[in-house]
């Protein structure tokens, strides 16, 4: 039947329209439809958690904004880039984004790289795997406030750390010392987190075949020649993954300044933009200030995931 007879005839042009208006529904809803259904939750979550927060953040900052009792209406101008300048000039901002360039620095490497050697070791026990498994994880799940403690007994000055350093302790001590502050809160972030990210390699490491580690014994490779060539490039993904994630919490950093150094000390040498988000915006009450301090910190990590990912992730096979 050719296509001008199809075009002549009423029916066939009525299916073809049907068919056409059947097509661009799938196209537009995919082609499992009911998908929409069982993620419409999440969705709704996303837009109504993160996404609106986002955007009345944004239109905060913009204007000159402070909080009022609920029901009264007042005048909230248009303030351009003023918030955005008088946070960028802040001193206390710029230290805070230099701690946080400071904490992500040594704690990324140090998560990826003990987390994965550590999945790897726990990959290959044999005996009590559960019991080591169930022991790193323990630390990310127990509350910060009781893991701070043990941390704070410790690492102060009379703490245990130095009394076993003895006359080679610092003066000042970890926790006071401009220096050494924000680097032993990326130790201690690095050791109460590692149990997640260890579970993340070690769900990756158990989609290498073993027959690559037993071809690679056979032709005389060593433990440290098939980690390199096989377990390394096997968890590419993963150490993505790690990266990502390791960063994101660090920028977002907050609970463990606030509690191992009673607030950022000494002297903001480990505060973080989010303290500082709460100190100006809850404390002091300039909320316009927070959000604009809260938005180029957004974009500042995007950012910096951007730029690990193209160097961490490479091209895809």
């Given at each position: 039947m050719s296509l001008r007879t199809v075009q002549d005839n009423p029916v066939g042009v009525t299916a073809n329209r049907k068919l056409t208006r059947l097509r661009k529904r799938t196209s537009l809803l995919g082609r499992q439809p009911l998908g929409l259904l069982f993620s419409a939750p999440?969705?709704?979550?996303?837009?109504?958690?993160?996404?609106?927060?986002?955007?009345y953040a944004v239109y905060i900052s913009f204007h000159?904004?402070?909080?009022?009792?609920?029901?009264v209406q007042v005048d909230r101008p248009f303030v351009g880039l003023d918030n955005y300048v008088t946070i960028l000039s802040d001193p206390a901002v710029q230290r805070s984004f230099l701690n946080i360039l400071i904490f992500l620095v040594i704690n990324v490497p140090l998560t990826v790289g003990l987390s994965l050697i550590l999945a790897n070791a726990l990959n290959r026990v044999t005996k009590l795997r559960t019991f080591f498994r169930?022991?790193?994880?323990?630390?990310?799940?127990?509350?910060?406030?009781?893991?701070?403690?043990?941390?704070?007994?410790?690492f102060q000055e009379n703490g245990l750390v130095n009394a076993l350093l003895g006359p080679l302790a610092p003066d000042p001590s970890w926790l006071v010392s401009s220096w050494l502050a924000m680097p032993?809160?990326?130790?201690?972030?690095?050791?109460?987190?590692?149990?997640?990210?260890?579970?993340?390699?070690?769900?990756?490491?158990?989609?290498?075949?073993?027959?690559?580690?037993?071809?690679?014994?056979?032709?005389?490779?060593?433990?440290?020649?098939?980690?390199?060539?096989?377990?390394?490039?096997?968890?590419?993904?993963?150490?993505?993954?790690?990266?990502?994630?390791?960063?994101?919490?660090?920028?977002?950093?907050?609970?463990?300044?606030?509690?191992l150094t009673g607030g950022g000390g000494p002297d903001g040498a480990s505060s973080s933009p989010v303290f500082l988000m709460y100190q100006k915006g809850i404390l002091q009450g300039n909320p316009d200030i927070a959000a604009a301090l809260g938005v180029v910190l957004v974009l500042g990590v995007l950012l910096v995931a951007l730029i690990q990912k193209r160097l961490v992730g490479g091209k895809e096979d």
């Open positions: 999440y969705v709704v979550y996303i837009l109504g958690v993160l996404a609106f927060p986002l955007g000159d904004y402070f909080f009022t009792a609920p029901g169930v022991s790193y994880f323990v630390p990310y799940v127990t509350a910060s406030v009781a893991v701070v403690g043990v941390w704070l007994f410790l032993t809160v990326a130790l201690y972030v690095t050791w109460k987190q590692l149990g997640f990210f260890i579970l993340l390699y070690l769900a990756a490491l158990q989609n290498i075949p073993e027959e690559h580690y037993e071809s690679a014994s056979v032709d005389g490779a060593n433990k440290w020649a098939q980690f390199w060539n096989i377990t390394v490039p096997g968890v590419r993904s993963a150490s993505v993954l790690v990266t990502l994630l390791a960063t994101i919490t660090g920028a977002n950093l907050f609970t463990e300044p606030y509690l």
